[in-house]
């Protein structure tokens, strides 16, 4: 391979790789350059500074010409890479899985608020609708010491990733995995339910930055003609999960924080206050509790 990258040391490669990805377009040309030179590199950022000075290997260099041109093409780093951090967390990835953002992490912050300090000592049981990664209930359980959890996913590679997650972060003893259509094969009582389920309307997928429509799994994003179906199934199959005081807690779209919360009530579910706001200033976590009856 003809990689330009060829003979410069660490810190001038990933100059140059900066500035190839600012002339692309890209938006966070510095950010995507360090993490593809440390993932090119198997370094981490202090050890990335302590070897600036040291020059590329051939080998190395075609890798990171490899990410370069991926990345370029619309790749997102975290497909590149394979992992994504969330919740300070770092998380392995797959093709059935979607990348997580920054917005899911409201739904943690809401569903650890509504716990309160008591949860920490108590064994919680957590469910996690479509859970895919495993983020959400894994940062959930990194939290709740005492808790347990199952995540369900439709799909059988999400719940394999989200296993391989699990064993890795030391949680595999209180997380299990189910396959099934959002929650239709269990039973039982859940203290807390969380969900991050497809919203995005049908016909605005081909509109989302390639990033999105082209790498992140087609059902993982696709929730119907209004972006609302899955919250039809699913809120349901909550309800009659929770026990007497539990609460449910789910991710929302842009403008579907008030139909969500129709559907909760809808479900005889007690709404939480008003939806957590993101830092994008988007009603992002919506919040119901099963009252006593």
Partial sequence: ?????????????????????????????????????GAALGLDLTDLIAAAARELTAPEA???????????AGEPVARITGEKEFWALPLK??????????????????????????????????LDIATGSGAILLALLSELPLAFGIGTDISMGALRTARDNAAALGLARRAGFVGCDYATALSGSFDLIVSNPPYIRTSDIR?????????????????????????????????????????????AGQ???????????????????????????????VAGRKMPR
Avoid at 62 to 72: C, N, Q, S, T, Y
Avoid at 210 to 239: C, K, N
């Fill in 1 to 37: 391979m003809n990689a330009p990258l060829a003979g410069r040391t660490i810190e001038t490669a990933r100059r140059a790789l900066a500035a190839r990805f600012r002339s692309a377009d890209i938006d966070s040309p510095e950010l995507d350059a360090r993490a593809l030179v």
């Fill in 62 to 72: 075609d890798r990171l010409e490899v990410f370069a041109r991926r990345r370029i």
């Fill in 93 to 126: 990835l797959s093709t059935d899985t979607l990348v997580p953002r920054p917005d899911t992490e409201t739904v943690v912050e809401f569903a650890l608020e509504l716990v309160g300090r008591a949860g920490m000592n108590e064994a919680l049981r957590i």
């Fill in 207 to 251: 509109s989302l930055p390639p990033e999105v429509r082209d790498h992140d799994p087609y059902l993982a994003l696709d929730g119907g003609a209004d972006g609302l179906l899955a919250y039809r199934a699913l809120i349901p199959q909550a309800a009659r999960l929770l026990r007497e005081g539990g609460v449910l807690v789910v991710e």
């Fill in 255 to 285: 403008g579907q924080s008030g139909p969500i919360e129709t559907f909760m009530m809808a479900g005889e579910l007690t709404l939480v206050g008003l939806p957590k706001i993101d830092l994008g200033g988007i009603p992002r976590a």
